[in-house]
């Protein structure tokens, strides 16, 4: 891990990219980890556009607890050491994947949510808009899908497989992975585009990558340093700016 801190240490400009696997330190279970969400392949539809216009309650039965119950889950030691990152001046800002708002929990001001998030929802129907505790309290009083005045479902901005990215983060943090001379990688199989391709931006214009996951990625062999614990990692942040 020395070779990651000197290197955040001396770098000009550092961006992170983070994944499921820096929330599951929190308590939110992964998709592709050991104990991941996907090993249920069901669970592959709950994120599908297709699926949720043909039947919303499959998102709604399969996220009830966890996105409806996300007030529960703290930051955890990544979103902190990140935080801690940011206002030492150290590190430029962080795309993630993740949709669970818990970089933001932790202060982080400069976060490119790449898969959106469930702050707000929009009706299939007419497109109006409703928050996140309109949908909750819905969901509180018994409704099986939350629905919009018009009858239309309505559904997260999260971004579903069969969706495009929200252009304006993917933009951000396409030209913060070009500018940066170190790219961090953290808690994410790299398995998914466009956003697995960013550290590929990075390794173009001539930056290093550093990838702290448990997991093997695609992109191990290019890295300039490869570690396999989160917690190692927020702990050697923690030490080095103390
Ligand atoms: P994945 O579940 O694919 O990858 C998370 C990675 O984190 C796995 O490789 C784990 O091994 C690793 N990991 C978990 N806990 C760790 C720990 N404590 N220390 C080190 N490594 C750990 O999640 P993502 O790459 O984020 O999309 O998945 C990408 C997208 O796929 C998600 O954003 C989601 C999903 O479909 C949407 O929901 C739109
Ligand atoms: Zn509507």
Redo the contacts with the bound molecule.
């Keep these: 891990m020395k070779k990651l801190i000197e290197a955040v240490l001396n770098a000009k400009r550092t961006v992170a990219l983070t ?3 820096v929330s ?2 929190s308590g939110i279970p ?4 050991p104990q ?1 969400m996907y090993r249920n392949p069901e669970a592959e539809k709950i ?1 599908d556009i297709d699926w949720f216009d043909r039947d919303p309650g499959v998102y709604y039965r399969g996220c009830r607890e966890l996105v409806y119950g996300f007030e529960k889950f703290r930051p955890g030691p990544v979103h902190l050491a990140l935080k801690q990152l940011e206002d030492a001046g150290r590190l430029a800002g962080i795309a993630t ?3 669970d708002m818990l970089h933001q929990k932790a202060g982080s001001s400069n976060v490119w949510e790449l ?1 959106g998030s469930p702050l707000w929802h929009h009706c299939r129907i007419c497109g109006k808009s409703a928050t996140f505790e309109q949908v909750c309290s819905q969901l509180k009083a018994g409704a099986e899908v939350a629905r919009c005045v018009c009858g239309g479902a309505l559904k997260p901005d ?4 069969g969706e495009m990215l929200p252009e304006e983060a993917l933009i951000a943090a396409q030209s913060a992975a070009i500018g940066a001379d170190v790219m961090m990688v953290l ?6 585009f466009p ?1 697995a391709g960013l550290p590929n931006l990075t390794l173009q214009a001539g930056g290093k990558v550093f990838i ?4 093997p990625t695609a992109l191990d062999r290019y890295a300039a340093g490869r570690y ?4 190692e990692f927020a702990e050697a942040v923690k030490n080095a700016l103390a």
């Design positions: 994944g499921a696997g599951t330190l992964d998709f592709r980890g991941g994120f994947q993740n949709i898969h999260i971004t579903f497989f808690g994410t199989s790299l398995t998914v956003a702290v996951n448990a997991q396999p614990d989160l917690r």
